[in-house]
């Protein structure tokens, strides 16, 4: 899994932050980044980059699954202040609920801050864009002899 994000910026015109995630290739990972370098090098200023690559299928459900998505809804709209907190909201056990924080951590969809003794676990976005390629694979090879 590769994760790239860049800081909003404050302009105001659009506070919400979108995360993309993909399955993909690590090879194929950099492209936003290297798209974002090259419009720097130009001198434009390229938009915020929110984005997880997930290098396989079977992240990307788990990361769907109906407790996971619940949790990031549920930490995004009540912003628990502990794991704890969160398991009360989701009226779930402790330990389940920080299994599965743990796991979106490790996808890197959540994070945590530590306030005193405990780990309050955070969303940095406020949407989640699905991009799951069906048509070509990463493993399939591409036809250039059609570009001419």
């Not at 979106?104 to 003794?117: A, D, I, N, P, S």
Request: proline letters at 5%; glycine letters at 4%; a negative charge.
């Amino acid at each position: 899994m590769n994760m790239s994000k860049t800081e909003p910026t404050n302009d105001g015109a659009n506070d919400r932050r979108t995360l993309t995630v993909r399955v993909g290739t690590p090879d194929n990972a950099f492209d936003a980044v290297e798209a974002q370098l090259a419009a720097l090098e130009a001198g434009d200023e390229p938009e915020p980059l929110y984005e997880v690559v997930l290098q396989r299928e079977e992240d990307l459900q788990r990361l769907l699954s109906a407790r996971n998505v619940q949790l990031l809804q549920t930490i995004a709209r009540e912003e628990p202040q502990s794991i704890r907190e969160a398991a009360r909201f989701v009226g779930r056990d402790v330990r389940q609920v920080h299994d599965n924080l743990s796991e979106l951590e490790t996808l890197g969809l959540v994070e945590f801050e530590q306030v005193g003794r405990s780990k309050k676990p955070t969303v940095w976005y406020d949407d989640i864009n699905i991009e799951l390629p069906v048509a070509i694979t990463d493993t399939e090879p591409v036809d250039d002899s059609a570009k001419a």
